[in-house]
């Protein structure tokens, strides 16, 4: 599938998408003008089926192709450059995201697109919880800042997915267990707040920490690429 055209695979969704539509028209014009005994006969639901699991799984696709180009990004969250500030990872996932959507949302029927959408943000909330929740690398302190700069860039994507064309009510429920997750650790953040020994105490409080997830051995050339390189 890494072989195949942007463009085509756009024009394949389409076109399912219209045969859906014209199965169902010829059915029902079939069904007016033919008897019952001939009509019940006619089997173009199954093959208005058959081009509606055609056009789902090209705009699957689709999503795919813009998933592989977030993988290098992706895992450099919650890495020390990401919460150093030194690399703006949400920065990079939305200029991906926003270059796709544009020319997909020209090319296809905004239904479809949806799909698409729905598709890249489910998965890359997979892929981030995946990264939050990686042993691998450094420790990171769970703290205030950490908690800042996941809902900053949680924020960031959220907004544009939503100027792409994805309604609220899709988007919300969907972006949910980071939120949930953000949440969580900063609760635990204002515990250590709380539970901290008065500053004139000589002691060190126990701090919760997470494993900054290694980012990954691609090149900046190969983890900035967007769709550019399927054009």
């Not at 006619?42 to 509606?52: C, N």
């Not at 796709?100 to 997979?126: A, P, Q, W």
């Not at 972006?175 to 004139?200: D, G, M, V, Y």
Request: hydrophobic share 40%; glycine share 4%; charged share 25%.
């Amino acid at each position: 599938w890494r072989e195949l055209d942007l463009d085509h695979i756009v024009a394949q969704v389409n076109n399912s998408a219209r045969c859906v539509e014209c199965c169902l028209q010829l059915q029902d014009e079939l069904t007016d003008k033919l008897p019952a005994s001939l009509s019940e006969n006619i089997e173009l639901q199954e093959v208005a089926d058959g081009f509606t699991d055609l056009s789902k799984m090209a705009a699957e696709l689709l999503g795919k192709i813009v998933m592989e180009d977030l993988k290098g990004v992706v895992l450099r969250l919650f890495t020390s450059e990401w919460y150093s500030g030194d690399y703006l990872v949400a920065d990079c996932v939305c200029n991906t995201i926003w270059d796709y959507g544009e020319e997909l949302r020209i090319g296809l029927f905004d239904s479809s697109h949806r799909k698409v959408m729905v598709y890249i943000l489910d998965r890359l909330v997979i892929q981030i919880l995946a990264q939050l929740l990686s042993d691998k690398g450094q420790t990171l302190p769970i703290d205030a800042d950490f908690v800042a700069s996941l809902d900053e860039d949680i924020a960031e994507i959220t907004q544009t997915i939503q100027d792409l064309g994805l309604p609220r009510r899709m988007l919300t429920p969907r972006i949910l267990p980071i939120q949930h997750i953000s949440a969580l650790c900063a609760i635990f953040t204002e515990s250590a707040k709380i539970l901290a020994p008065p500053a004139n105490v000589p002691t060190t409080p126990a701090k919760l920490t997470v494993k900054a997830a290694e980012s990954g051995s691609g090149s900046d050339d190969d983890v900035n690429g967007h769709a550019q390189a399927h054009r």
